[in-house]
């Protein structure tokens, strides 16, 4: 026993450096074989997920888009009055729409879309869940007002036709984007309860109600008494900004200056009133920043145009003054000559000083524009000494004559070109156009919604079913690798005796356990089916035992495997039915004295057997049943489950018993436990001539069928075979492997 439990440190180190032989490369059919395998699986799947697509489209909520286009020009027009000053230096400016765009969904813009559709204040009905949207989007109403009747009376739900407009809600900043609760109650009131469920007011459909803070005036109710409406009052912020969200605003085209705008809404009305005011308000703002420029420069002009005035009025006295203090009231042809050409560099000087505060707005001294304005302005008022210089060689009558007529006439071209500015400036103002033009009114289509596309919806999930399950067939056999071609187990130096097909009727015949305690007969295939393909393996297996077996020490077989579930006791009974057909003298022993159900499966009771047998509480005799249905075939349960079961196999009394029943025998066959679960098969297979490993198709891994095989030839047991169990069609073609069996050589 010592010796058994030291042996297994050593197994899985040396295991580790065991090479597992795998083919790397690819293998398309293979793939394909998984995938045939599988169908059913990913049928299911696929067929799932269509299923749930087709729900989807048939019950989420539609969704509705509004549209409009707007133009942005290049550049604002011309205020009457004003001149765009446009230099050598101004290249190409590009979209407006560029700038333009971030306007459109400023928070100014769309506040003015929030206050005027209270798009801070959110009401709706509550709907039964999953099939409440539903129901009430199919509701058609027959007449103005009608709403759904509740269904199995749960009027606290909204099945359709149900309305609620609020035209104002105030209430405290603490309980801003709190939910709260409006119940209809008889036609036309209305309660409002907090978060809590405590009541806050009471009102009718058109007369502002107010308590504890909060002040609301409805203004259309329509539903069924007792049905509920969540309320909330956001901040006028939040709103702004769920809605900046909504909004979609691009370019048409590189520097075309088309920017189209789109809105989503579940409300196909909703969407094209919000896009409405959304085009509406920028529209108005842009005009405003037109007439906003207008304005400031008439307010400058009617600013200058009393002093000025006064200005025109003191050089006139000045000139009266002076004509009669000298007695003359005109000037020569020569003096006025130079005071047409003063009055026309005045006139020049002005304009360019108009365009000065503008050209100082857009560009900074160093500009070159605005340095070529300096230059001029310079250039003139140069030409202007000059003349002056020449007026200063006329006589002093003319030159103070001079003086004043030009003082007088330079004055009143100024005043009379303040005063047809301030007109055109006027007219502007009141007649101010923008920028942006509207092209396309909003609109929106109520009868196809953008979203779900039911189509594309049921197609992109079905595909995405059949990726998925694929994916996941991939994975699962990725993961769970176990042995499902005999060749990977042959690679381990098991030589593969037979692969037994899995027997759908061995399945249709098995009996819970419960039921199988109540039914002692027996529960063999051999018996029942013995036509199914998977006798026929074990009939191949019999004979394979028959040829392969060279001289064994004697005639024990231990059917053993590495876990339990591989299906050892099928195994070991059915093949000793088999052999006892075949006419030779066959002993079944249960030596699983652990969790044996071998007794269940021939169809008798447990007690009185190897246990109490290698107690040396009853006789041999007393210990060996027949098995009903076959002459030759006899059987030895496990007996009453014992303490210790390992020291039981190890007392001298087994090895006795084994050598009884040998010489009686023509076969012996044992069913031992699991091998990598205790040492119960170690201690048998010491006593065995020969032992076969049951493997279980896709179940067992190569690595645990070595561990079992290292552990017992470590421990002086050597495996002579392995057989695969409940092997199934696969499309890679394992089927025929071991139909008759497979007969290797003898060593």
Sequence with gaps: MNELIATQGKEISSLREMPMQRDDDIDVR????TLSDHKWLILAGTG???????????MATPIYEASAMVQVEKSMPNVPGQQRTTTPMDGPTGSQAVT??????????????????????????????????????????????????????????????????????????????????LVAGAPGAYSLQDAEGNLVLRGRVGQPASAQGVTMLVRK???????????????????????????????????????????????????????????????????????????????????????????????????????????????????????????????????????????????TPNHPAYQSLQKQIGGLEGEKSRLQARIAELPDIQQG????????????????????????LDIARASAVGNVRLIDQPAVDAINPVWPLKLPVVAGATLLGALVMIGFVFLRQMLDRGVEDPADIERLGLP???????????????????????????????????????????RGLRTSLHFARNEPKNNLLMITGPSSGVGKSFVASNLAVTTAQAGQRVMLIDADMRRGTLHQVVGTRCEDGLSE???????????????????????????????????????????????????????????????????????????????????????????????????????????????????????????????????????
């Design 496 to 538: 593969v005796y037979a692969s037994i097909l899995l027997s759908a009727q061995e399945r249709a015949n098995a009996l819970p356990s419960h039921r199988r305690r109540r039914h002692l007969r027996p529960n063999l295939l051999a018996l029942s089916a013995p036509a199914d393909l998977a006798m026929e393996a074990l």
């Design 100 to 181: 333009e765009i971030p306007l459109l969904t400023s928070r100014s813009v769309l506040g003015a879309a929030v206050e005027n559709l209270s798009l801070d204040i959110r009401s709706s009905p509550r709907r039964f869940p999953l099939i409440g949207d539903f129901v009430a989007r199919h509701f058609a109403s027959s007449r103005p007002g009608e709403v759904m009747p509740p269904w199995f009376g749960l009027d606290r739900y909204g099945w359709g036709g149900e309305q609620l407009e609020i035209a104002r809600l105030d209430v405290p900043d603490s309980q801003r984007d709190v939910p709260m609760l």
């Design 48 to 58: 799932l997920f269509f299923l749930a697509s087709v729900l989807y489209v048939l």
């Design 221 to 363: 109710l329509q539903a069924n008494p007792g049905t509920q409406f969540d309320v909330v009052h956001r901040s006028e912020l939040a709103a702004i900004n769920e809605l900046a969200g909504s909004i979609s605003a691009v370019e048409r085209g590189r520097d075309s200056g088309i920017v189209a705008l789109t809105y989503r809404n579940t409300s196909p009305q909703l969407a094209a009133r919000v896009l409405d005011q959304i085009t509406s308000a920028y529209l108005q703002r842009n005009i405003k920043r037109t007439s906003a420029e207008a304005e400031k420069s008439l307010a400058f002009v009617n600013e200058q145009l009393p002093k000025v005035r006064a200005e025109l009025n003191k050089a006139q006295a000045a000139l009266n003054e002076f004509q009669k203090q000298v007695g003359t009231v005109d000037i020569n042809l020569q003096t006025s000559a130079l005071l047409n050409q003063v009055v026309a560099l005045n006139g020049s000087i002005q304009q360019l000083r108009t365009q000065q505060p503008e050209i100082a707005r857009r560009f």
């Design 613 to 747: 047998l290698i107690a040396d509480r009853i006789t041999l005799e007393t210990a060996i049943r027949r098995v009903a249905g076959t002459e030759n075939l006899s059987f030895i349960p496990r007996g009453e489950l014992p303490p210790n079961p390992s020291e039981l196999l190890m007392h001298p009394n087994f090895a006795a018993l084994l050598e009884q029943v040998a010489a009686r025998y023509d076969l012996v066959i044992i069913d031992t436990p699991p091998v990598l679960a205790v040492t119960d098969a170690v201690v048998i297979g010491n006593h065995v001539g020969t032992s076969l490993l049951v493997v279980r198709f896709g179940y067992n891994q190569q690595r645990e069928i070595a561990l079992a095989k290292q552990r017992l030839e470590q421990n002086g047991v050597q495996v002579e075979g392995a057989i695969v169990n409940g092997v199934e069609k696969r499309a890679g073609g394992l089927y025929s492997y071991g139909y008759y069996g497979h007969r290797p050589k003898a060593a």
């Design 401 to 424: 004559l001079f003086r004043y007529t030009r003082d007088v006439e330079v004055t009143n071209q100024t005043y009379t070109n303040l005063l047809d500015q301030a007109q055109q």
């Design 30 to 33: 293979a793939l394909f074989g």
